[in-house]
C-alpha cells in the first residue's frame, strides 16, 4: 500500500534557473541525462573527480522524479536545473496532475515500484513538491559540497 505525502514548502530561494528540457516520452530520458551530465560538468569544476558522487546523485533522483511524472502525472512535463550562488542545485520536475501527490510505497516487495520518493530522500539533501496553478512540482536539492553517499546510506531516510 502507498501512501500520500502531504503537499511541502517550495524549494529554497535564490535559485536561478539555467536550463528546462520538455519531457514526453521515456525517450527523452536518455537525452535529458546526457545534457544534465555535461551541465553538472561546466558548474565550475574542473573535472568530474571534483564533483565527487554528485553527478550520479542528481542522474539517478531526476531519472527517477521524471519517470514518475511520465508513469503517474499528466502530460506536460518538464526537468528544470537550478543553481544558487551557494554552490547547490536543485532539480524541479513538474507534470500537470495538480490534483494528485507524490506517493511513498509501503509495504511493497522490492521489484513493484513506489520506492522512488524514498531514493530521492535518501540522495538528495532536500526533497519535497507543491502545486503551482495547473503544475505539480517535485523537487530535490543538493549541495555541491553535501555529505557523500556512504553517509546516507547509514542515515535513516528523512521525512518527506
Avoid at 501512501?3 to 521515456?26: D, I, K, N
Amino acid at each position: 500500500m502507498a501512501q500520500a505525502l502531504r503537499a511541502s514548502t517550495r524549494p529554497p530561494g535564490g535559485f536561478a534557473e539555467v536550463t528546462t528540457w520538455e519531457l514526453s516520452t521515456s525517450d527523452d530520458l536518455a537525452r535529458i541525462r546526457r545534457s544534465l551530465h555535461a551541465e553538472l560538468l561546466g558548474r565550475g569544476e574542473e573535472d568530474s573527480a571534483g564533483l565527487g558522487d554528485l553527478q550520479d546523485r542528481v542522474v539517478l533522483v531526476v531519472s527517477e522524479l521524471a519517470t514518475n511524472a511520465l508513469r503517474h502525472g499528466a502530460p506536460p512535463s518538464s526537468v528544470r536545473l537550478l543553481v544558487d550562488d551557494a554552490r547547490a542545485l536543485v532539480v524541479d520536475v513538474t507534470d500537470a496532475a495538480a490534483g494528485s501527490s507524490p506517493e511513498l510505497a509501503a509495504a511493497r516487495a522490492l521489484g513493484e515500484g513506489g520506492f522512488g520518493m524514498h531514493l530521492a530522500a535518501r540522495l538528495a539533501d532536500g526533497v519535497g513538491w507543491y502545486t503551482d496553478a495547473d503544475l505539480k512540482h517535485v523537487w530535490a536539492r543538493f549541495a555541491f559540497d553535501g555529505p557523500d553517499t556512504d553517509a546516507r546510506a547509514a542515515a535513516a531516510v528523512p521525512a518527506v
